[in-house]
C-alpha cells in the first residue's frame, strides 16, 4: 500500500496505471488516490474542518470546491457537528472517522485504506461498510483488514495472504468453498469441551444447555456447516 501511494519507493519491478509506470507520472497520480495509513497522524490543535481544508489544499482542490467538499465528507462519516472542534477533543474512533473523510476528499478514482476500522465501535463499523460500499460502486477500493467482518459481505474480491504470499483469491464465496466439509459442528457434554479443543482446531464454543457446541470438530454427532470467511482465516493461520 505504501508502494502503491509512493510513500516509498519499490526496491524492483514497477506499478502501472492504465499501462504506464507511475514513477513518470508526477504530481498528477497523486489526484487518483486517497490513503489512510494504518496509523493516522493528524495536528491535534486543529480543528477538524481546517484540518480537512489543509488536506485538500496539498490535494490541490480549489478553496470553494474545497470547503464544500470538507463539510460533506464531515456530514457523511457523523462529524457535522464537531466540524469546528479541536481533533485533541476526539476520541480513537472519531479520529478514525476523520481519517476516512480525508481520503475520500479528492472523490479518489482509487482508495487504498489500511486497517481502517481499528478503534471503531461496532455501529461506526456498519456505518464505514456501508459508506465504502456505496462509494466503491464505480471506482476501486483496496482494503487491509484482519476483522473479515469488515469484507464479507461488501468485497466482490479477497486476497488471503500469508508470509507475503497470496494463498487465497477470488469471490467471498469462491474461495470458502476451498474448505467445504472441513467445517463440523457438534453437542459435547460441557465437561468434554476444553478435551475437544486441545485436539481440534476450534472456532466456536457455546453453552447451549447442558452440553456445549463446538465448530471445527468432527466425529461424534457432528454435522457439516457452510464455512465463512473467519473458518477459512482460521484454516490458514491456525497454531501449529
Known amino acids: 500500500m505504501r508502494l502503491l501511494c509512493r510513500v516509498q519507493d519499490p526496491s524492483g519491478g514497477g506499478i502501472f496505471l492504465n499501462g ?11 489526484s487518483f488516490w486517497g490513503y489512510l495509513p494504518q496509523h493516522f497522524g493528524c495536528y491535534p490543535n486543529f480543528k477538524a474542518i481546517d484540518f480537512l ?12 470546491a474545497a470547503k464544500k467538499k470538507a463539510w460533506e465528507m464531515l456530514e457523511a462519516v457523523e462529524l457535522y457537528k464537531e466540524g469546528r472542534h479541536k481533533i485533541k477533543t476526539f476520541s480513537g474512533g472519531m479520529k478514525q472517522r476523520l481519517g476516512i473523510a480525508q481520503a475520500l476528499l479528492n472523490e479518489p478514482h482509487i482508495l487504498i485504506l489500511d486497517e481502517p476500522t481499528t478503534g471503531l465501535d461496532p455501529k461506526e463499523r456498519v456505518r464505514f461498510r456501508n459508506l465504502l460500499s456505496s462509494f466503491s460502486k464505480d471506482r476501486i477500493a483496496i482494503l487491509s483488514t484482519h476483522i473479515v467482518s469488515d469484507v464479507a459481505f461488501i468485497a466482490e474480491k479477497i486476497v488471503m495472504m500469508k508470509f507475503g504470499r ?3 483469491f477470488g469471490s467471498p464465496h469462491g474461495i470458502t468453498s476451498a474448505i467445504d466439509g472441513m467445517v463440523w459442528e457438534c453437542m459435547v457434554p460441557t465437561e468434554w469441551a476444553q478435551e475437544y479443543a486441545k485436539g481440534v482446531n476450534v472456532n466456536n464454543i ?15 454427532q457432528a454435522v457439516r456447516v ?4 473467519e473458518d477459512l482465516y482460521l484454516f490458514y493461520f491456525r497454531e501449529q
Open 20 to 30: 504506464k509506470n507511475i514513477t513518470g507520472l508526477g504530481e498528477a497520480y497523486c
Open 53 to 64: 481544508l489543509y488536506v485538500a489544499a496539498l490535494k490541490g482542490l480549489h478553496e470553494k
Open 226 to 229: 457452510t464455512p465463512n470467511l
Open 206 to 220: 457455546r453453552n447451549e444447555g447442558d452440553g456445549r457446541s463446538i465448530e471445527h470438530a468432527p466425529g461424534g
Open 166 to 168: 497470496i494463498v487465497q
